[in-house]
C-alpha cells in the first residue's frame, strides 16, 4: 500500500512518521519547498538561536514530549525559564497576567494552559523537524508541489507541478486550507472551497540581537505585549520620541528559552502586524524607546508571513467535520494541519496523527 502525505510542515512530517510506525505502508512526502518544516523556521546565527515562526508550546500539552520521545531527544525538551509578562501602556510597562497578554494578542488558550509556561527544545523548534526529516529522509521529496488531485477506481493520482505525478492508495494532505481547498475543490467535494476561506493573518518577526550592557531598563519577566489601544491605527499616541508603534508584541528570547544568545548578549524577538517599511528599522527604533536601548543591534533577521496564523470563522468546526464527512466516501483521503483543529505546533501534530490513523484503517478495510 502506498500513501502520499502533501507538505512537509509539522502535521505532514508527523502523519509520515505515525504511517511508518504503523508498518507495511510505502510513504512519499510531497513538499514544494526545498526544506522541511513549513512555518517552523530555526536558524544558527553566531552562537544565537533564531525563530522565525513559533518559538515554543505550551508546557501542559503532551504531544511534542510524546513526539520528542519517539524521536529519542527527550533530553532536548527544555521549559521556559523567565515567566511573567508586561503591557506596554505608551508610557510604561506594567506586568500582566499571562492569560491576559494572551488575549491581547488575540491566542485562544485557557489560562490553565497559558499558566504551564511554554516550552521548546534546545536547538530550537526547528530540531523535532531535523529528527522527523532524518527518519523520513528516504520518503521526502522537494520541490514537489502538488497541483492535483484525481481518483481513479480505488486509487489517487496525485499531479506535481512541470509534470510527473504518483499513485496512492492513500493521500495526506497536509497543507495550509486555502492549498487543501483548491485541490478538494477540484475532487468535487462540496465545501471544498469553504475551507479555502479560513483567513491566514499576515505576521512579521523580527529578531535582533543585542550586547547586554545596551539595554538600560530592567528585563523583568518573558517580555511585553502592546496595549492595542494604543496601536495607531486606533491612537496615534507616539513614544516619547515620537516613534509611531508598529510592534505588537516583544519576547525577550534569551531570558524565555536557554542557549538563545551568547554569553554578554541579548536577543529580543519584536512581533508585528504588515507595515510600510523597514521592519527591521522600526522593531530596533521602538524598543530602543521602550527599553532604553544604546546604539544599534548587532544584527537583525525579518521573517515575513504573508500568510501566518490561521484565524477560523464562525461554525469552523462544523465546516471541518462536514467535509471530513465527504471524504470518508472518497479514496482514503485525509486532510491535516494549522487550517483544521488547532494552529498551535501540539494541535498540528495531534492532527497529523489522527490522519494517518485514520488513512490506515481506511486502507485496511
Ligand atoms: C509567526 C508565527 C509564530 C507562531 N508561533 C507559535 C508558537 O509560538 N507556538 C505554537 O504552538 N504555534 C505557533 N505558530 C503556529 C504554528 O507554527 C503553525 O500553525 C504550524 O507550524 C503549522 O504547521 P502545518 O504543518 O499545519 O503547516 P505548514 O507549516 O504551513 O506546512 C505546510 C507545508 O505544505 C507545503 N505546501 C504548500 N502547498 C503545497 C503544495 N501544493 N504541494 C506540496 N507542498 C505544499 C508548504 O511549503 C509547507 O511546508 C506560529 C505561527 C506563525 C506564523
Known amino acids: 500500500m502506498r500513501v502520499v502525505v502533501v507538505g512537509a510542515g509539522i502535521a505532514g512530517l508527523t502523519a509520515a512518521w505515525e504511517l511508518?510506525?504503523?508498518?507495511?505502508?510505502?510513504?512519499?512526502?510531497?513538499?514544494?519547498e526545498r526544506r522541511a518544516g513549513g512555518v517552523i523556521v530555526t536558524e544558527q546565527v553566531d552562537g544565537f538561536i533564531v525563530e522565525?515562526?513559533?518559538?515554543?508550546?505550551?508546557?501542559?500539552?503532551?504531544?511534542?514530549?510524546?513526539?520528542?520521545?519517539?524521536?529519542?531527544?527527550?533530553?532536548?525538551?527544555?521549559?521556559?525559564?523567565a515567566r511573567g509578562t508586561a503591557v506596554w501602556t505608551g508610557k510604561a510597562?506594567?506586568?500582566?497576567?499571562?492569560?491576559?497578554?494572551?488575549?491581547?494578542?488575540?491566542?485562544?488558550?485557557?489560562?490553565?494552559a497559558v499558566a504551564a509556561g511554554?516550552?521548546?527544545?534546545?536547538?530550537?523548534?526547528?530540531?523535532?523537524?531535523?529528527?522527523?526529516a532524518q527518519r523520513l529522509a528516504g520518503t521526502l521529496r522537494f520541490a514537489q508541489g502538488v497541483a492535483g488531485l484525481v481518483s481513479e477506481g480505488p486509487r489517487w493520482h496525485v499531479a506535481i507541478t512541470g509534470g510527473s505525478a504518483h499513485d496512492a492508495d492513500g493521500v495526506v494532505l497536509a497543507l495550509p486550507a486555502y492549498?487543501?481547498?483548491?485541490?478538494?475543490?477540484?475532487?468535487?467535494?462540496?465545501?471544498?472551497?469553504?475551507?479555502?476561506?479560513?483567513?491566514?493573518?499576515?505576521?512579521?518577526?523580527?529578531?535582533?540581537?543585542?550586547?547586554?550592557?545596551?539595554?538600560k531598563a530592567p528585563m523583568g519577566g518573558a517580555g511585553f505585549v502592546v496595549d492595542p489601544n494604543i496601536?495607531?491605527?486606533q491612537d496615534p499616541t507616539p513614544l516619547p520620541d515620537n516613534v509611531p508603534l508598529h510592534i505588537r508584541a516583544c519576547t525577550y528570547s534569551s531570558a524565555k528559552f536557554p542557549g538563545r544568545a551568547s554569553d554578554g548578549h541579548v536577543l529580543l524577538r519584536a512581533y508585528l502586524g504588515p507595515m510600510d517599511g523597514d521592519p527591521a528599522q522600526a522593531?530596533?527604533?521602538?524598543?530602543?524607546?521602550?527599553?532604553?536601548?544604546?546604539?544599534?543591534?548587532?544584527?537583525?533577521?525579518?521573517?515575513?508571513?504573508?500568510?501566518?496564523?490561521?484565524?477560523?470563522?464562525?461554525r469552523?468546526?462544523?465546516?471541518?467535520?462536514?467535509?471530513?464527512?465527504?471524504?470518508?466516501?472518497?479514496?482514503?483521503l485525509a486532510i491535516a494541519g494549522a487550517g483544521y483543529d488547532g494552529a498551535g505546533v501540539s494541535a498540528c501534530v495531534r492532527s497529523g496523527r489522527e490522519a494517518a490513523r485514520l488513512i490506515a484503517r481506511a486502507m485496511a478495510r
Open 231 to 233: 496601536v495607531p491605527a
Open 316 to 332: 469552523h468546526a462544523e465546516h471541518v467535520a462536514a467535509v471530513r464527512h465527504r471524504l470518508s466516501r472518497l479514496p482514503p
Open 20 to 32: 511508518l510506525q504503523t508498518g507495511g505502508v510505502d510513504v512519499t512526502v510531497l513538499e514544494s
Open 93 to 112: 510597562l506594567k506586568p500582566i497576567e499571562e492569560g491576559q497578554a494572551a488575549a491581547l494578542l488575540g491566542i485562544d488558550a485557557t489560562g490553565a
Open 118 to 132: 511554554f516550552r521548546s527544545f534546545a536547538n530550537g523548534m526547528g530540531e523535532p523537524v531535523t529528527a522527523l
Open 52 to 81: 522565525g515562526g513559533p518559538d515554543g508550546f505550551l508546557g501542559g500539552e503532551p504531544e511534542l514530549p510524546a513526539l520528542a520521545k519517539e524521536l529519542g531527544i527527550s533530553d532536548h525538551v527544555v521549559s521556559q525559564r
Open 283 to 314: 522593531s530596533h527604533a521602538e524598543l530602543a524607546a521602550i527599553l532604553g536601548i544604546r546604539g544599534q543591534p548587532l544584527w537583525s533577521r525579518v521573517f515575513s508571513w504573508n500568510r501566518g496564523l490561521p484565524r477560523y470563522r464562525a
Open 179 to 215: 492549498s487543501a481547498g483548491r485541490l478538494l475543490e477540484a475532487v468535487g467535494v462540496a465545501g471544498g472551497r469553504a475551507l479555502g476561506e479560513v483567513v491566514y493573518l499576515p505576521s512579521i518577526t523580527v529578531s535582533l540581537a543585542y550586547r547586554a550592557e545596551q539595554i
